[in-house]
């Protein structure tokens, strides 16, 4: 019986969650853990799960948070779910409107999930997320597997070209995210399990037994996982950071 009925993950863009969350669907006992609410639009949500649109705002709600149920659930006994910072207060107000008797933030996440583990995972280097988000932004590669075959492009291919400002904005947008998900990990009460994206990236079948064993489940059974996705940074992405650093310095 695992000792907890869901887990979220609370992030932000290019921290490693692609990999860390095809990891956990891979072990067959831990959901599929994914961004279940990721556009901040109740409409958004009815498409994403192909629901109809009902007569009230709440029967809705009711419908799509029964599908992201289903879904991050995956036949297992254990719900996963993926929270990025940027759409986390608008499901938090609808979380509210579904359970207005639930007085905190973590009280609305546990009346709708029941026990939850949460995992703050996290990227130290804040320029290296910043260049990696950019870049992908511009190729409109953002995941590809180990093979090299690529896994999602949301964009027509186009060569990378270093966007000083761009990278700034990103950079310091990651900062703010980073802060916001700390305090509020501390206003709710909660001590969550940390992962920084240089531990997963170093030791992925590690990073995913201690998530198996912290949620009661068997931390063996990450021995037999494969790694799903591959890194995408290169040269280009060295180049930039000597680039931005290199401004900062002249500025």
């Known amino acids: 019986m695992p000792a907890y009925d869901a887990y979220v ?3 932000s863009p290019r921290s490693g969650s692609t990999l860390l969350c095809k990891l956990l669907s891979a072990t067959g006992v831990a959901g599929r853990p994914g961004s279940h609410f990721h556009e901040p ?15 009230c705002e709440m029967e809705n709600l009711k419908a799509v948070f029964d599908a992201a149920w289903a879904k991050g659930r995956g036949g297992t006994d254990v719900f996963g779910l993926r929270l990025q910072r940027h759409s986390f207060d608008f499901f938090q107000q609808k979380l509210a409107l579904l359970h207005p008797e639930a007085q905190s933030d973590r009280g609305r996440m546990e009346a709708a999930f029941g026990r939850v583990l949460f995992v703050h995972l996290t990227r130290a280097d804040k320029l290296e997320q ?9 190729t409109g590669l ?8 690529e896994l999602e492009r ?3 291919p186009r060569e990378p070209v270093y966007d000083g400002p761009a990278i700034k904005a990103e950079h310091d947008r990651f900062e703010a995210f980073d802060r916001y998900w700390i305090e509020w990990f501390a206003a709710q009460g909660i001590d969550p399990l940390t992962i920084t994206y240089d531990t997963l990236s170093e ?3 590690r990073v995913l037994a201690e998530v198996l064993t912290k949620l009661g489940l068997d931390g ?5 996982v494969e790694l799903p996705v591959a890194k995408l940074a290169d040269a280009t992405n060295q180049d930039w950071a000597e680039r931005f650093r290199r401004g900062k310095t002249a500025d």
């Open 203 to 205: 030791d992925p079948l």
């Open 130 to 138: 910043a260049i990696s988000f950019v870049k992908a932004q511009q």
């Open 41 to 55: 639009s109740l409409e958004a949500w009815l498409d994403y799960y192909g629901l109809e649109r009902g007569p």
């Open 9 to 11: 993950i609370c992030t």
């Open 220 to 224: 063996d059974l990450a021995k037999d």
């Open 154 to 156: 949301l964009s027509a």
């Open 142 to 149: 953002w995941h590809k597997a180990p093979d090299g075959r």
